[in-house]
């Protein structure tokens, strides 16, 4: 066949002018055989009809490959369409999986919200019962004003409004007489004006001088512990609670705040709309913090949170508005992380506080060795204004807390019948030993704070937040 397929091309050669020459090439096809090709151009066409060609060959060929990698891409080579049929259903049964685990969220959410209705619902209940108890109630009866006595006030028994109080001006009246019989003479003569005044005198108790409880007097008595809430779970074991005394808006001064502070990842502040709401333990906020917290040494100033970040000596200033740290400083040599902490323990290196002069802060330092350090902050930048060094040794007392400027410290967390055992005055630089009963009545006191707000302390007891009452003692005149 191939020589035959020579003779003919010799032929044709032989027949082509000397313009129109034949070519052939030779080389391997596709599938690497040896294949030689002739060429000649047409005497009469000056182009072939498209009827095929290698073009089309070639295009045939590609489409062909195109075919056989679709093939595979569909699961030609690992089982046809038994394997694709199966990879779909084990995708459609993973579809299925998360959406039944979404259900179940979206089930105990539902649940939840239906708990929280309920418990609404029972204090809506409350309030209604509440409310016609009160509208049934009778309206206290109304006591008639007696109209002044002509003789009276001709006799100089009654003054105007501004003098001196009716009481003692009878009293002056019955020792000018010279005899208290003459006083009884006039109650008698004068019985049912005498009477109602008496009455308007006496409903006014006299000051004793003891308590100046709006100024900033020295702490006389502690109160007995009042229990307004247990923690319900053991992150609650320790904690802290505060009110800020100069509230900014979005959140009022009835704003109730706690942080529970036992675990790693302490970062969650719950907000109250007011005492009744913490009693109950229904949160209106809930905000994460940027830093973990550190022990139970934080508190509440003008719209921000003061706290300890976590095993540092770091002081974060949260904006509770924006939800935002608006500063941070480390606070100068103080130890941290169980260097100098209360007698307790719990990681309590430094102690923030208010009162009616500012913020503070109770730690220690290397230089101190371990003796109390009491330094005012500014509470915009963190800085320290100006810093105080005690004689009491930090470990050595379970707890503190600053009114007016004087830092009391507490002897012990645990005993049941404590004291208030140092005081010591930044106005003065001066401490003194003193003895004020403390009680704590649960036996774990974690935290000690005097609250400005309600001019209370407020503590932490072993799962239990609790208030004391206050009494304070005139203040001094400089």
């Not at 979206?106 to 016609?132: A, D, F, V, W, Y």
């Not at 009276?152 to 028994?157: D, K």
């Not at 100069?246 to 790693?264: H, K, L, N, Q």
């Not at 100098?340 to 730690?363: C, F, H, K, N, R």
Request: glycine share 8%; aromatic share 8%.
């Amino acid at each position: 066949m191939f020589p035959l397929l020579l003779l003919c091309m010799c032929g044709l050669l032989l027949r082509a002018d000397a313009q129109d020459r034949a070519a052939l090439w030779r080389g391997n096809d596709r599938a690497g055989r040896c294949q030689y090709t002739f060429t000649v151009p047409s005497p009469v066409e000056s182009s072939c009809p498209q009827t095929g060609g290698p073009e089309m060959e070639g295009l045939k060929a590609r489409l062909g490959l195109l075919e056989v990698l679709v093939s595979r891409l569909t699961g030609g080579e690992t089982g046809g369409p038994q394997a694709a049929g199966a990879r779909a259903q084990s995708d459609l049964q993973e579809a299925l999986n998360r959406a039944t685990g979404e259900r179940n969220l979206l089930q105990g959410e539902k649940e939840r919200l239906e708990r929280e209705l309920g418990g609404l619902q029972r204090r809506m209940e409350e309030m209604r019962r509440e409310t016609e108890k009160l509208r049934s109630r009778p309206c206290p009866p109304q006591t008639p004003v007696v109209p002044p006595n002509p003789s009276l006030q001709s006799s100089g028994l009654m003054r105007p409004a501004g003098g001196s109080s009716q009481m003692s001006h009878l009293m002056t009246r019955a020792n000018r007489q010279g005899d208290s019989s003459s006083l009884r003479d006039s109650a008698w003569q004068y019985g049912p004006s005498f009477q109602e005044l008496k009455a308007e005198v006496t409903e006014v108790p006299a000051p004793d001088g003891s308590e100046d409880n709006t100024g900033c007097g020295e702490l006389v008595s502690v109160g007995e512990p009042v229990t307004h809430r247990k923690a319900d779970n053991i992150a609650g074991k320790y904690g802290v609670w505060m009110q800020d005394p100069e509230a900014v808006s979005p959140y009022g001064p009835s704003m109730v705040w706690r942080i529970d502070t036992i675990g790693t990842e302490v970062r969650q502040l719950f907000g109250y709309d007011d005492m009744e709401q913490l009693s109950k333990g229904f949160p209106s906020k809930v905000l994460l913090l940027p830093e973990l917290v550190e022990s139970t040494g934080a508190t509440i100033y003008r719209g921000s949170l003061y706290y300890q970040r976590r095993r540092s000596r770091t002081l974060i200033r949260y904006d509770l508005a924006s939800e935002s740290t608006a500063a941070r400083r480390d606070l100068p040599h103080a130890g941290f992380h169980g260097q100098y902490p209360y007698s307790w323990g719990g990681y309590t290196d430094i102690d923030l506080s208010v009162d009616e002069q500012g913020l503070w802060a109770v730690y220690s330092t290397s230089k101190a060795k371990g003796a109390i350090v009491i330094s005012q902050l500014d509470p915009n930048t963190l800085e320290v204004k100006k810093s105080w060094e005690t004689n009491i040794r930090k470990t050595s007392v379970a707890n503190s807390f600053i009114i007016c400027g004087r830092m009391y410290t507490v002897s012990s967390y645990a005993a049941p019948n404590a004291i208030i055992n140092h005081v010591y005055d930044t106005a003065t630089s001066e401490g003194k030993a003193v003895a004020i009963p403390f009680r704590n009545k649960y036996h774990y006191n974690s935290m000690v704070d005097y609250n400005l707000a309600q001019r209370k302390l407020f503590a932490w007891d072993n799962f239990h937040i609790v208030s004391y009452d206050l009494r304070l003692g005139h203040k001094q005149a400089n």
